[in-house]
């Protein structure tokens, strides 16, 4: 079978999921590539990210770049983190341990999934002193099972924090699983132990086995109040909730500081929720509803990143950290540790050459000033501006110069469609949770900028 291009000779991450496609079985494709429903969510991911245009500062000097930040503190060397996903030996043996070993000789940060297809030991085994990991917690209806693994979890000091997982209480509806009969309920990553029960004798069990017995088990039952206070009773570890998808949600997650540590912006690959909003969308509503969130919260986002550009513009809006889920998966598939090594390498070069492009040497000096307003995708722009009179798009290319207006107006422009209605629909279960009256406000001052 033609397999392409060598290793070194990949181009981008396009490249290396096309050689990924004609490389791993078939059931393993269809796991990974799957999205729910019509794959509207898991394509508008990519599609937001090239929407949004960059504004390059010139007559500076770009002669170095450093892409080295901190993740909850953890240094890191770049600022892209591989997210949690269930299954990786279904695409190479080498599995999640393989993905720790890429990870390893980029510095940087993996998140270890609770349906991974190895024990956590096996995967942080070979940790250097330096490298930091989270683990992803799917909560069980049968609680014990999961305070049995925050035990675990809390014996192995190169996992960092919990990042636990909010946005898939049930399965979304996978065709792809479905055509290549991984499902019938048999195959999905939010379950509990996983696919491939975390026995204490560290086997490691078949890569073809895919059942999984267990998401049945998962609890769809969580809330705010109880959820967060039971873990509290089991971890001392820092907390990152997984899967916010509005910054109503974003600013709940502050008011649980501070046990919360970050979030997670995310609608998990468009595995979940079809039609949820990318989640860089999500990251221009908390900038203009309640920027009070990065200040108190570290943000971190995934989904759809495919280009430095994308890992860029994240950046500047005040993200973080920036997840590849599929990306890394497809690295491993098309070529071992050496695939997931040469996607951490492109990804980083093409952040660096943005970076430098733009007029900006440090991660840290990334900022919305360095993103436009203007979008260039016209479906994404007939979204925002669809009821406007004109009016308000002329006022807007006025102020494209304007830093004031830059991030306000893309912000807005969102709003229209998002959410000022979904805003009034929760608001009543949204303040005994912590909202305190601040949906009613936004409300009332989203209502003062209709043109
Ligand atoms: C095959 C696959 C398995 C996944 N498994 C998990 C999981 O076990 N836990 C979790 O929180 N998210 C899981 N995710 C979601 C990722 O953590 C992440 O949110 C998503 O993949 C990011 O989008 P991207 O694939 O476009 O980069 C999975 C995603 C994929 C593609």
């Not at 930091?132 to 192995?156: C, H, N, P």
């Not at 019938?184 to 560290?202: A, C, I, L, Q, Y």
């Not at 110069?401 to 959410?419: C, E, G, I, P, R």
Request: hydrophobic fraction near 35%; charged fraction near 25%; include cysteine.
């Amino acid at each position: 079978m033609d397999k392409g291009p060598p290793v070194e000779n990949w181009l981008n991450l396009d490249e290396i999921e096309d050689v990924a496609t004609k490389t791993v079985s078939r059931k393993a494709w269809g796991y990974y590539y799957s999205a729910s429903d019509d794959k509207i969510s898991k394509n508008r991911n990519t599609e937001a990210f090239r929407s949004i245009q960059l504004r390059p500062k010139v007559f500076i000097d770009c002669t170095k770049c450093d892409l080295s930040t901190n993740l909850l503190g953890n240094p890191v060397s770049i600022p892209i983190y591989v997210c949690p996903a269930a299954m990786a030996r279904l695409g190479h043996p080498a599995g999640e341990a393989g993905i720790a070993e890429a990870c390893r000789s980029f510095g940087a940060l993996q998140i270890i999934s609770n349906s991974a297809s190895m024990t956590p030991e096996q995967i942080v085994a070979d940790a250097t002193e330096d490298q930091s990991f989270g683990w992803q917690l799917y909560v069980q209806s049968d609680r014990t099972k999961s305070e049995k693994m925050l035990a675990r979890i809390s014996k192995l000091k190169a996992i960092k924090f919990i990042a636990l997982t909010l946005d898939s209480p049930v399965s979304g509806k996978r065709e792809d699983d479905q055509r290549h009969g991984n499902v019938n309920n048999t195959m999905t990553e939010s379950s509990s132990e996983g696919p491939f029960e975390h026995s204490e004798s560290n086997a490691i069990k078949p890569e073809n086995q895919t059942e999984d017995q267990v998401f049945a088990g998962m609890d769809p039952s969580l809330t705010w109040t109880e959820a967060l206070a039971w873990l509290a009773k089991h971890t001392t570890l820092p907390i990152v909730l997984k899967g916010i998808q509005t910054h109503e949600d974003a600013y709940i997650a502050m008011k649980h500081g501070p046990q919360v540590k970050g979030i997670i912006l995310s609608n998990h690959g468009g595995r979940s929720l079809d039609t949820a909003p990318p989640a860089v969308h999500t990251l221009l509503e908390i900038r203009k509803y309640c920027p009070e969130v990065f200040e108190n919260l570290e943000v971190w986002i995934d989904g759809g990143i495919k280009r430095g550009t994308d890992v860029v513009k994240a950046l500047c809006l005040g993200a973080r950290g920036v997840g590849i889920g599929r990306a890394a998966l497809w690295g491993l598939g098309a070529g071992g540790v050496d695939g997931v090594k040469r996607t951490l390498e492109i990804l980083s070069e093409e952040t660096k050459t943005c970076m430098r492009l733009l007029g900006v040497g440090h991660v840290k000096d990334l900022e919305p000033q360095h993103v436009s307003q203007h979008t260039t995708s016209p479906h994404t722009w007939q979204a925002r501006y669809a009821d406007t009179d004109g009016s308000t798009l002329a006022r807007l290319t006025q102020g494209s110069l304007n830093k004031k207006y830059t991030m306000d107006h893309l912000v807005l422009s969102v709003m229209k469609h998002t959410a000022s209605q979904s805003c009034e629909g929760v608001k009543q279960e949204l303040c005994p949770d912590g909202c305190q009256g601040r949906c009613k406000r936004r409300t009332s001052e989203r209502d003062s900028e209709k043109p």
